[in-house]
């Protein structure tokens, strides 16, 4: 009978390890890492003077984000860049950050959100045309010359050439290099991160870059086995830019 009790005894004792094993490896587990989602919300037209919602919906893994750390809206006429104004917005519910704008002149104008949360910064950008360009054959604001370079302006062109080594393998660390121009010449001084995934995974890697006087944008990462992965770079600086180019790699063992 003291043999039955004692064996008794010890399988609930290994059974109360094991589930103490359990809770330990599960409060290791690693946080899942998103990207974190802006969808910018702008109307592609509206008349000077009158009050215009613009709204960020922020989200994180599929969910709202309620919390965000900052969200503002800066806004500026093309050309003008530099005497552009930011404006905080307030949560209105659902992840929706909102504010409303009064445009007091036409023109072509930029709208850029900039938030913050999740330890992560995205900052879309869009345009909004105030008034009518093109009138009786006329432009309300400006020349046909001046409208036809705000045009070519608003889409710079930017080549983004992502390089990877031709053999990259598992649990090595590799080399990732992105060489950014704008309108011919380095791009300098720009935001760049990689966001790195394997395919049929939900889990996204960020990883920063650093840049040097050639525009070439570099870091370093360690694929942790081997199959198929997306690279996808984010480039994005103070003057409104904000552009991605995705790159497929196989990874070996």
């Known amino acids: 009978m003291k043999k039955i009790i004692i064996l008794l005894a010890a399988v609930f004792l290994l059974a109360a390890c094991g589930q103490n094993e359990t809770k330990q490896e599960n409060s290791g587990e690693s946080t899942e890492v998103h990207p ?14 009158e009050k215009v919602s613009l709204t960020a919906e922020v989200s994180y893994g599929g969910e709202a984000v309620e919390d965000a750390d900052e969200v503002k809206f800066e806004i500026w006429k093309e050309g003008e860049k530099e005497e552009s104004k930011m404006i905080e917005a307030k949560h209105e519910k659902d ?3 909102t504010i409303e704008h009064t445009f007091d002149e ?17 900052m879309p950008k869009k345009q909004i045309v105030i008034g009518e360009l093109h009138k009786d054959g006329a432009s309300t604001g ?4 001046t409208a036809n370079h705000t045009h070519e302006h608003s889409q710079e062109s930017v080549d983004i050439q992502l390089e990877l080594p031709t053999n990259v393998k598992a649990n090595a660390e590799t080399l990732i290099q992105t060489k950014i121009q704008a309108e011919n010449a ?14 049929g995974s ?28 997306q690279i996808q770079v984010h480039v994005n600086n103070d003057e409104g830019l904000h552009e991605h180019v995705t790159k497929k790699v196989t990874v070996q063992k």
């Open 36 to 49: 974190l989602e802006v969808n910018l919300k702008v109307p592609d037209h509206a008349n000077i003077h």
């Open 95 to 97: 992840g929706q950050y």
């Open 106 to 122: 036409n023109g072509v104008f930029f709208v850029q959100s900039h938030v913050t949360a999740k330890n992560q910064h995205n």
């Open 142 to 145: 400006e020349n046909e010359e």
């Open 186 to 199: 380095p791009l300098l001084n720009a935001n760049v991160r990689y966001e790195i995934w394997k395919d």
């Open 202 to 229: 939900e889990k996204h890697d960020w990883v920063d870059a650093a840049g040097d006087e050639k525009g070439t944008y570099e870091a370093k990462y360690t694929f942790s086995s081997s199959g198929t992965y």
